[in-house]
């Protein structure tokens, strides 16, 4: 994902989240220098994943697979990729929060070997309010 392609990704990001990234998010992510990539098909994005690389870890910020094209494998394809891209940056394990609602990420994160490791009060925007965060880690 380079900065050319933020107006594309974001358009998707609004399709796929109650509540989206901002253009700002994915370029503070960009300028940070935080893996991100797309997968494209036939020319098209299909799905996207924002990376943090910390000092043994990896932070998985943000995966995304177009709605049309989920539930067919792409989600479980892209986390494989990312397990071994972290491993390439040395990480020894992945983290990542996830809303308490979202049971397709939760189911995906689950069946990938993430176990709940905490929670984080408030920490994401919902409607009404604030909602906790799940934090999951899988070691790599
Ligand atoms: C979470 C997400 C990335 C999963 O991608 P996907 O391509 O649909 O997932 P896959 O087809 O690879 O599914 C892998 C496993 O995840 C689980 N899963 C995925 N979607 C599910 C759903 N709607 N309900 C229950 N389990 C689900 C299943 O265990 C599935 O395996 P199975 O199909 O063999 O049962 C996708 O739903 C998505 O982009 N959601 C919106 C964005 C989002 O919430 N991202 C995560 C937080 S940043």
Redesign the pocket.
């Given at each position: 994902m380079q900065t050319i392609d933020l107006d594309a990704v974001v358009a998707l990001e609004q399709r796929?989240?109650a509540f989206p990234w901002t253009r700002g998010n994915f370029a503070d992510s960009l300028a940070a220098g935080h893996g991100a990539w797309l997968v494209r098909e036939a020319g098209e994005i299909a799905a996207y994943a924002v990376m943090m690389p910390a000092p043994d870890e990896a932070h998985l910020l943000?995966?995304?697979?177009v709605p049309e094209?989920?539930?067919?494998?792409?989600?479980?394809?892209l986390l494989r990729q990312l397990f071994d891209l972290a491993r390439a940056w040395k990480a020894t394990r992945m983290l990542l929060e996830?809303r308490p609602g979202?049971?397709?990420?939760l189911?995906?994160y689950r069946?990938h070997g993430f176990a709940e490791i905490g929670r984080r009060r408030g920490y994401y925007p919902a409607a009404g309010g604030r909602e906790d965060a799940i934090v999951m880690a899988r070691e790599l």
């Open positions: 796929c989240h943000n995966i995304t697979v094209l989920q539930r067919a494998g792409r989600g479980a394809a996830v979202n049971v397709a990420a189911a995906l069946r």
